[in-house]
């Protein structure tokens, strides 16, 4: 077992990232996630409040360094609960925020992405 092949040039692998949160109230944190979205180019649905969900899709680099970049902020509790590497996208190429717990499992859910959703809470 080696190294795994690099992808082609050319070709981007896309990635998922479910990440949990105590809560995301601040609205310092708010604006830093918005930012680190435009910046990176990242698709972004973020669930405020309590609990706090961010779901995050695009270039598996790019999805990357956000989640590493947000680790580095002071957080009560902050978790990837789900994984999944992509071969085209199933969200909107948007920055999306809800209060509503329902309504951020319902835009997994209308994608496909039942399964992700559900492993915020294991």
């Known amino acids: 077992p080696g190294r795994a092949p690099a992808a082609p040039a050319g070709v981007r692998v896309l990635a998922r990232r479910l990440v949990y949160s105590h809560h995301i ?3 310092s944190k708010r604006a830093g996630l918005r930012e680190c979205a435009q910046i990176l180019g990242v698709t972004t649905l973020v669930k405020i409040g309590w609990p706090g969900a961010i779901c995050l899709e695009g270039p598996k680099d790019r999805v990357d360094a956000f989640v590493n970049h947000i680790t580095r902020w002071r ?13 085209s996208r199933a969200l909107p190429r948007v920055f999306l925020e809800t209060s509503d717990m329902s309504t951020f499992a319902g835009h997994l859910r209308s994608a496909g992405l039942q399964e992700l959703f559900l492993r915020l809470f294991k």
């Open 25 to 27: 109230i601040a609205p």
């Open 75 to 87: 957080w009560k509790q902050l978790a990837v609960r789900g994984e999944q590497d992509a071969e």
